[in-house]
């Protein structure tokens, strides 16, 4: 049972490249998050989802977009990366609201120069 | 006001202290509560949930107090590997999301 992975675990991108950050989980969880974390900051929301086919915005959406086909796949896509999203990019997901814990992904290392 | 606030720290305690942590929320509509321990440069991961009558972990106790709307986080006996970053952590009635504080650091010293 892998939980939640994400891929890639570090990546350097030029301003204005594109990417797209891999989170997977195994525990048939509907809920899905990601979220980034600067340096001495708490996490931020960018987005998330209910279910396959539903997302949501977060509380720092811009410059991303998601998609959740799949129960069990929610990648977060940076068009023209800037340098203000250098940061690490957690995945997370958990079956439901209530006292239902979050599984954290080990987290992407994004420095955009 | 911040949704969810706590102090920073750093905590810096001998081991075998007891030390405890804070954490407001601003939100009266706030539902369910976690304490997660995130170490340097990892994932965070759950310490405990937190019960409306209080619960205790081993050396860990939270308590929930709804009426000045904080949470508590109790270690006793600290250890050198309790070292971290306590993340407080809320949700809302009817949300999906949970809203993490930025964290109180804990350093542990022989």
């Known amino acids: 049972n892998a939980g939640v992975t994400q891929t890639p675990k570090f990546r350097i991108l030029k301003i204005g490249q594109s990417m797209t950050l891999q989170c997977a989980q195994d525990m048939n969880h509907n809920y899905m998050y990601w979220y980034r974390q600067d340096p001495g900051m708490g996490l931020k929301l960018i987005y998330y989802?209910?279910?396959?086919?539903?997302?949501d915005k977060g509380e720092v959406p811009n410059g991303y977009n998601v998609s959740r086909s799949t129960t069990e796949d929610f990648p977060l896509r940076l068009e023209l990366a800037a340098p203000s999203q250098t940061s690490v990019y957690f995945c997370?997901?958990?079956?439901?609201?209530?006292?239902?814990?979050?599984?954290f992904g080990q987290g992407t290392r994004l420095t955009v120069v | 006001r911040k949704e969810v606030e706590q102090d920073p720290g750093p905590f810096n305690v001998p081991e075998g202290a007891t030390v405890a942590f804070n954490c407001t929320y601003s939100?009266?509509?706030?539902?369910?509560f976690f304490w997660y321990r995130q170490d340097c440069r990892k994932e965070p991961k759950l310490l405990m949930s937190v019960y409306s009558s209080g619960n205790e972990d081993g050396r860990f106790t939270a308590q929930l107090n709804r009426a000045s709307q904080y949470i508590s986080l109790l270690i006793r006996d600290s250890k050198l590997s309790d070292s971290a970053t306590y993340l407080c952590?809320?949700?809302?009635?009817?949300?999906?999301?949970?809203?993490f504080g930025k964290g109180t650091m804990l350093l542990v010293s022989p």
């Open positions: 939100n009266s509509a706030s539902q369910s």
């Open positions: 952590v809320v949700t809302h009635s009817g949300y999906s999301t949970l809203t």
């Open positions: 989802s209910v279910g396959a086919g539903i997302t």
């Open positions: 997370a997901s958990r079956t439901g609201q209530g006292l239902t814990e979050a599984f």
